[in-house]
């Protein structure tokens, strides 16, 4: 039996998004990013679809121990480090990169009395005041955990940078200048670019790149959508019409009652609501496909159901509904919905089925 919400993930077109990454960066080794459930779209079965990448990034110990677990071979670098001698040891077993960005860790590993050896990240914050060491501590950090017994040969650098979908604004280019005068020209690997630097700020491309959000085929910038950049959508998510009323001029619809009827209506009644991950406070108008033609939401997201204006739709119970995907960029979704992107691809919740696919996106 089909479900009444479900999404569909093309796995063909993560592989094109990352061989689209590598045009934008030909020369720079790939790190993509499938923290959060891979935002949402599952995190082993993109890590699968990933063959061909150097690296991947996770933000927790958990997520790169389910990863290794599964069989995942490549180098899996872990963003948020580890809090604890515990966790280290975690990390140690399973193989796993980590990022160090504070002086407690620093500590931990100074006091680590373990055999096996591991490759570290430096995180400097360069002005997204977030995690990593001052510019100003760097050295010394970079010396202390060089003479560690369990740090590897390698030692990595990088930076994350706060502003870069903004591309008129003097941040990125700070930091960048911030980084570079702090690393000092070290011969080691280093790694500044996300995904909208990737895309916007050549200059900022190092040894590596960190693409998330264009992995998934999704823009990184308010303003534009995946396909502007040569991305195909990963993610679309889909539903179907299960009732369909006539309503009267002047009639009200949904919870309080927010929009009323300017005619004589004839509403759709879909099968997704902020239970499943839709956005709960998604705009009346915003764009809902009806049988590949484009209707408006009215009224109120409810938990399970929301309502769409059918006056220029033949359509009927049954018939099949998308709320994001091809001919309507979850981009679009997110500026009705007053939120981005991320937050609606990690918002699917564990009642939509995602089905996996290899050709959704083909040309």
Excluded at 330 to 358: D, F, M
């Amino acid at each position: 039996m089909t479900p009444a919400a479900y999404a569909l993930v093309d796995l063909s077109a993560v592989a094109y998004n990352l061989q689209q990454v590598r045009h934008y960066a030909p020369d720079a080794k790939v790190m993509a990013v499938i923290k959060a459930n891979a935002y949402g779209h599952g995190l082993l079965r993109i890590a699968d679809s990933l063959k061909d990448v150097d690296a991947v990034a996770v933000a927790r110990v958990d997520e790169g121990v389910r990863l290794r677990q599964s069989g995942f071979v490549h180098k899996i670098v872990v963003l948020e480090g580890f809090v604890c001698e515990l966790e280290l040891n975690c990390l140690v077993k399973y193989n796993l990169d980590f990022v160090v960005h504070s002086e407690g860790q620093v500590e931990v590993i100074e006091n680590y009395k373990g055999r096996q050896s591991f490759t570290v990240w430096i995180k400097i914050d360069t002005g997204m005041n977030r995690l990593g060491f001052k510019a100003k501590e760097f050295s010394s950090i970079y010396s202390r955990l060089n003479s560690c017994q369990g740090v590897g040969d390698a030692v990595y650098l990088m930076t994350h940078l706060s502003s870069a979908d903004e591309t008129d604004s003097q941040v990125t280019l700070t930091q960048m200048a911030v980084f570079d005068e702090a690393v000092m020209d070290l011969a080691v690997e280093k790694s500044i670019a996300n995904s909208a630097a990737i895309i916007a700020w050549p200059d900022s491309i190092r040894d590596w790149v960190r693409p998330g959000i264009m992995i998934y085929g999704v823009s990184p910038f308010v303003k534009q959508c995946g396909m502007d950049f040569g991305l195909k959508s990963v993610m679309s998510l889909h539903s179907r019409l299960i009732a369909i009323k006539l309503i009267d001029a002047g009639e009200l619809v949904g919870y309080a009652g927010s929009w009323k009827a300017k005619k004589t209506t004839r509403l759709g009644v879909v099968a997704i609501g902020y239970g499943d991950g839709y956005p709960r406070y998604a705009e009346t108008g915003t764009p809902v496909l009806v049988n590949g033609e484009k209707v408006s939401l009215v009224g109120r997201v409810s938990m399970d159901m929301i309502t769409v204006d059918l006056a220029e739709v033949d359509a009927k119970p049954g018939d099949p509904v998308v709320l994001w995907g091809n001919g309507l960029p979850v981009e679009e979704i997110a500026k009705y919905s007053n939120t981005i992107p991320y937050a609606l691809l990690c918002g699917i919740t564990q009642r939509v089925k995602i089905s996996y696919i290899e050709s959704l996106n083909q040309e």
